[in-house]
């Protein structure tokens, strides 16, 4: 996946001072940050809000849970519980991205900012969902998912780096704190469900 290319499109205007790269469509903003992450975040910083990225992650992750559904990723257990709760399995993950979306982000915008980032939290929250591409429309594929995932890191990396003005490695060291912590909460989460259910 190159990061030779560049934007062929000039930096025309739009309706309310937005350029082209405010208005890109789904498809054209999943071409650009597979084939060009750099040229990409440099440019995704006109886009205003986080309302944008969050509608891309809405369908993204929509596709994701029809795939997941359709290829019975999620089994149906019929024998054990209603069928109903095995279609609800991957519902509820859906909706929990999208709740833990901010939860992720604004925990990644705190490490930035301890790091002397530049950027605000809608920079985090764009440079986390636009960096999820990968493992949104591909990370489902069975063994090969994992390559869709270090992928989607990379593109983090350079998220990180491009929307909040910091190296490389210090965008690494903001990534890796966040996915500790992180790890650590949800293995305290984890352990508190087992003793619950485990003394009752």
């Not at 290319?5 to 054209?28: A, N, Q, V």
């Not at 596709?63 to 290829?71: C, G, K, M, R, Y």
């Not at 060291?173 to 912590?181: A, K, R």
Request: proline share 4%; net charge positive; hydrophobic share 50%.
């Amino acid at each position: 996946m190159s990061d030779g290319e560049s934007f062929e499109y000039p930096e025309r205007k739009y309706g309310g001072g937005s350029t082209f790269y405010d208005e890109m469509s789904l498809i054209e903003k999943i071409k650009k940050v597979l084939f060009s992450p750099s040229e990409f975040f440099e440019r995704i910083k006109v886009e205003k809000g986080i309302g944008r990225a969050f509608k891309y992650l809405a369908i993204l992750s929509l596709i994701n849970l029809v795939v997941e559904i359709v290829s019975l990723k999620y089994p149906i257990p019929l024998w054990h519980i209603p069928a109903i709760l095995g279609i609800a399995t991957p519902i509820v993950k859906y909706i929990g991205r999208l709740i833990l979306s901010f939860v992720g982000a604004g925990l990644t915008h705190l490490f930035a900012k301890l790091l002397k980032g530049k950027g605000d939290y809608s920079a985090t929250y764009k440079a986390q969902i636009y960096a999820s591409t990968p493992i949104l429309l591909l990370g489902w594929i069975r063994w090969v998912g994992i390559i869709f995932a270090i992928y989607s890191f990379y593109l983090s990396l350079k998220g990180i780096s491009k929307l909040h003005e910091v190296s490389m490695i210090r965008a690494f060291v903001i990534i890796l704190m966040t996915g500790i912590v992180m790890a650590l909460a949800s293995i305290s989460v984890g352990a508190i469900y087992i003793c619950i259910f485990t003394t009752s």
